[in-house]
């Protein structure tokens, strides 16, 4: 990898481990500094008889959390909304409520219980997502712990074990108890000897015995660790037989579960919002001064000498409005459809962003048949198209639950997904379920399926730009076009997080502080009436 890039180096990381991996490489790499949020952004108080107006183009968390900010400051804001409900993907589906596909409207036919809702967009809050964390504190949203790993949970692979499901306990005792004993044998072999001394690597070979639980002669033969083949309350524990190196090595759980919950997104304990995560968006909405107009697709966005001007279409008529300031959480994508008076260099940059895909199923079940299984919480890894199954770890010991029974990112496999009819996509992910849970089938009272990249008003699921686009624009499109400020998750470094959301927020209340200066310091008037 001689004369390889910075970017092209983190390109690569980004590939192989998403979004978190590249924010961890950059940090180390002194490339990203480390979060240095101390609290929402203070904008410049509104002045003069008049308050200073402000539209906001689509209530996603950007925008909501925008207008809390903004009329704090003391300025009047009129959020549109093209759906018919506030959140943008922030969305939870509970009995009756609508999953807005196009061509393939559901209705979700969960019973109507509280502890029977589904999280169809975020459904995690990391510990140092500080700024939605932040909200939650500031608009009462209580929060539980979500337990986001289960090492009772599983992993099955049609080409492992012959297609049998693996205990995740059972997977990473042994690559670490093999792992560790190739270390012992290194040291051992005097392998370390010219960079360590003689007590480190006697150390080191202590240390691999005690990680890899190894025997006195440095070799794993199976740990109890993974539990045991008897019950080890009445009987002395019999380890399960150890996974041959060679089956380890040709799975596809090393590269996936296995270091599913090292992430730093996934750092443990991950919290969620009692009663689904649309408890944010309703803690917004509780405290905003003016609710959004829904229903409100926007036509036309033309900057103007002293503001921006908008037309959007409602009930079939049209309605043009003005104000100083307009902040955009529309998806990048939809913008070459909408009528503007943007640069070229602006719109071009606009149209680099390219939707990401993302897909969901979720499944009532009439019996918590998983926690039978020692299971409370946490995820099972597929090699099958679903690639994981969710279990909810509130309400436990509940009769009924609603679980997680597909959830892909990848765009090939969203493809095949979304070209299924909702149906259809149900048993896909039935046939899937039954080889790591046998009776998986039998369980399923109802389900809907949630492929974003068919979601009105919506498209797609976080954003996607070549390496040489995000060179290019990434950074211009943090700065404002005139008094226009695009918002979302998509002008982040952190794609489809809530926390990506927030800080783009935070980024152009910032912006617009320093245009506001600005326009002290060269004596302008703008908002004096």
């Known amino acids: 990898m001689k004369n390889i890039s910075r970017r092209q180096f983190l390109t690569y990381v980004g590939a192989v481990g998403g979004s978190s991996a590249l924010l961890k490489t950059s940090l180390a790499m002194g490339l990203v500094n480390e979060d240095p949020y101390s609290g929402p952004v203070k904008v410049t108080p509104a002045t003069g008889k008049k308050k200073p107006t402000v539209l906001i183009l689509g209530s996603g968390i950007a925008g909501l959390s925008t207008a809390f900010e903004l009329e704090k400051a003391g300025y009047e804001c009129t959020i549109l909304e093209a759906s018919f409900r506030a959140g943008g993907r922030n969305l939870t589906v509970r009995n009756g409520d609508k999953i807005d596909e196009m061509g393939n409207p559901q209705i979700c036919q969960f019973d109507k219980q509280e502890n029977l809702f589904f999280n169809c967009g975020p459904a995690r809050i990391p510990g140092h997502h500080r700024r939605l964390l932040h909200y939650c504190k500031a608009l009462n949203v209580p929060l539980q712990v ?259 029974g597909a959830y892909t990112w990848d765009p090939k496999i969203s493809a095949m997904f979304e070209a299924l009819s909702p149906a259809e996509r149900l048993k896909v992910g039935a046939i899937s379920g039954e080889k790591i849970h046998p009776g998986y089938s039998k369980n399923i009272e109802n389900g809907i399926s949630i492929p974003w990249g068919r979601m009105n008003h919506q498209m797609g699921c976080g954003m996607r730009m070549s390496e040489e686009d995000f060179e290019k624009y990434f950074h211009f499109l943090q700065k404002p076009e005139g008094r226009h400020f695009m918002i979302g998750d998509q002008i982040s470094h952190h794609s489809g997080w809530q926390e990506g959301a927030l800080a783009s927020s935070e980024q152009a209340l910032q912006q617009l502080n320093k245009l506001l200066s600005a326009s002290v310091d060269q004596g302008s008037k703008i908002h004096v009436s």
């Open 146 to 404: 979500k337990a986001n790993s289960s090492k009772m949970a599983y992993f099955q692979d049609d080409q492992f074990l012959g297609g049998k499901p693996k205990r995740i306990i059972e997977y990473h005792t042994d690559a670490r108890g093999l792992m560790s004993e190739l270390l012992w044998k290194s040291a051992d072999s005097s392998t370390f000897d010219q960079m360590l001394g003689k007590e480190d690597v006697e150390k080191l070979m202590s240390f691999s015995k005690a990680f890899g639980d190894l025997t006195e002669n440095g070799k794993y033969i199976g740990s109890e660790r993974a539990g045991s083949t008897t019950d080890r309350m009445l009987e002395f524990p019999t380890p399960h037989a150890p996974l041959e190196l060679k089956a380890m090595l040709d799975s596809r759980f090393w590269y996936g579960g296995l270091l599913g919950a090292e992430l730093y997104d996934w750092c443990e304990p991950l919290m969620e919002p009692l009663g689904g995560m649309d408890a944010v968006v309703k803690g917004f909405l509780r405290n905003l001064k003016k609710q959004p107009t829904l229903n409100a697709q926007v036509k036309k966005i033309y900057n103007r000498d002293n503001g921006v001007e908008v037309t959007y279409e409602k009930g079939g008529k049209f309605h043009t409005v003005q104000a100083d300031y307009c902040f955009n959480n529309i998806p990048a994508y939809f913008m070459a459809g909408i009528e503007n008076n943007f640069t070229t260099k602006y719109q071009t940059a606009l149209n680099s962003i390219k939707r990401g895909h993302l897909f969901k199923i979720a499944y009532q079940m009439k019996e918590r048949f998983w926690e039978k299984d020692g299971i409370y919480g946490g995820i099972s890894y597929s090699a099958d198209p679903i690639s994981q199954i969710w279990y909810p770890s509130h309400d436990i010991n509940a009769q009924k639950g609603v679980l997680l």
